[in-house]
Antibody
Framework: QVQLVQSGAEVKEPGASVKVSCKAS????????ISWVRQAPGQGLEWMGW????????NYARKLLDRVTMTTDPSTSTAYMELRNLRSDDTAVFYC??????????????WGQGTLVTVSS | QSALTQPPSASGSPGQSVTISCTGT?????????VSWYQQHPGKAPKLMIY???KRPSGVPDRFSGSKSGNTASLTVSGLQAEDEADYYC?????????FGGGTKLTVL
């Protein structure tokens, strides 16, 4: 069965970076892209960006362009999301999700369990 | 890209039907037939319920249905059951991005 298993919770100080991993299993990793979605406490979902597991192409949300990097390692079927220069309003649960769309990020059929990142001094 | 607009709450009694709306623009909902809906229970990851406006993934009950007219999409839950109580988020492809709605809390009375 398809599974996306994410790394554990993190606590970071403002200005630091965080790197969250998402290990996929149960399907051909390079056949699907991965999107990252975050959810601030008590808030809605926010799409952060997309990375192709086939060729590493990326597309990031405009507001995060200068602070986010998404990568994949096909040898371990793992996707990564790094967010730099963390601010308090980056505190959120970060989800990876398998992109089941046609050109990229039309819809997401499997989700990781989420990783809580807390930014606090 | 602005978030799609959903009502913050909706409710219905068991067995009734409820419809949740999701309003966007011609740059997202109105421009593509790529609207999806996600169900999220507290503390859990979202679950895909509808994609491509009207399609249901395998395993999703046919009580859940989707539609679209112009810049507004809708999710209808028929024959409400207690386990349908959750937050529901709409989403639309927007060309260079994906945009979500603010979420609707569905309460089963």
């Amino acid at each position: 069965q398809v599974q996306l298993v994410q790394s554990g919770a993190e606590v970071k100080e403002p200005g630091a970076s965080v790197k969250v991993s998402c290990k996929a299993s149960g399907y051909t990793f390079t056949g699907y892209a991965i999107s990252w979605v975050r959810q601030a406490p008590g808030q809605g979902l926010e799409w952060m960006g997309w990375v192709s597991a086939y060729n590493g192409n990326t597309n990031y949300a405009r507001k995060l362009l200068d602070r986010v990097t998404m990568t994949t390692d096909p040898s371990t079927s793992t996707a990564y999301m790094e967010l730099r220069n963390l601010r308090s309003d980056d505190t959120a649960v970060f989800y990876c999700a398998r992109d089941a769309g046609y050109n990229g990020y039309e819809f997401f059929d499997y989700w990781g369990q989420g990783t809580l990142v807390t930014v606090s001094s | 890209q602005s978030a799609l607009t959903q009502p913050p709450s909706a409710s219905g009694s068991p067995g009734q039907s409820v419809t949740i709306s999701c309003t966007g623009t011609s740059s997202d909902i109105g421009g593509y037939n790529y609207v999806s809906w996600y169900q999220q229970h507290p503390g859990k990851a979202p679950k895909l319920m509808i994609y491509d406006v009207t399609k249901r993934p395998s395993g999703v009950p046919d009580r859940f249905s989707g539609s679209k007219s112009g810049n507004t999409a809708s999710l209808t839950v028929s024959g409400l059951q207690a386990e349908d109580e959750a937050d529901y988020y709409c989403s639309s492809y927007a060309g260079s991005s994906t945009v979500f709605g603010g979420g609707t809390k569905l309460t089963v009375l």
